[in-house]
């Protein structure tokens, strides 16, 4: 999933609002972020076989340490941790938990059998992949959510939170398409490569934009 791990994270935002939503993209991303980082360094594998999925060419034959649910445990209470301890903010470090899990489960649903409970456990996967018009409709669904959610929570500042905000959704939606449409990628390396860079680009320009919006209750009066 791609799209759906963005409108979890921005959707977060709702509810934790003094946290930027780069930083709760981040954390329902964080076993994609990972998973590039440990293929570098050869801890974890993939395959790529066309013929693995109708929607995606990859063949994800080992990631545990990015994408067990009790590594993302691992992961989403080391995450939350850091977070509270320097933001002291409960509710922030609370909402990155639960976003960072929720990778595996909306994982679990779109992978065929890839997903492991634990390094070495038995495999699972719903397979919402072996249909391309359904893998579509779930994660347009998502993310139109998402963003609906997020616009509404926060207001923007400047231009940059209007339109910079605007071009990053686009953006998302392009890349989406691009990648579903595309041929499969050339080889391991530029899959790892693109991952990395590209998710450093996205997350930079999530944070750029969420630092010119402001939630929207911010100087709304009450009664
Ligand atoms: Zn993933």
Redesign the pocket.
Known sequence: ?FLGHFAVGLASKRIAPRTSAAILIAAALF??ILWPIFLLFGWEHVRIDPSATRFTPLDFYDYPWS?SLLALLTWATAFALLYWRFSRYAIGALMIWVAVLS?WLL?WITHRPDMPLYPGSALFGLQLWSSIKWTMIVEFSMFVAGVCVYLRSTRARDKIGSYGAAAYFIFLTLVYVANSSGPPPPSVSSILWVGLIGGVILLLWAWWIDSHREPATASRTTG
């Open positions: 999933m076993a994609d994408h990778h994982d």
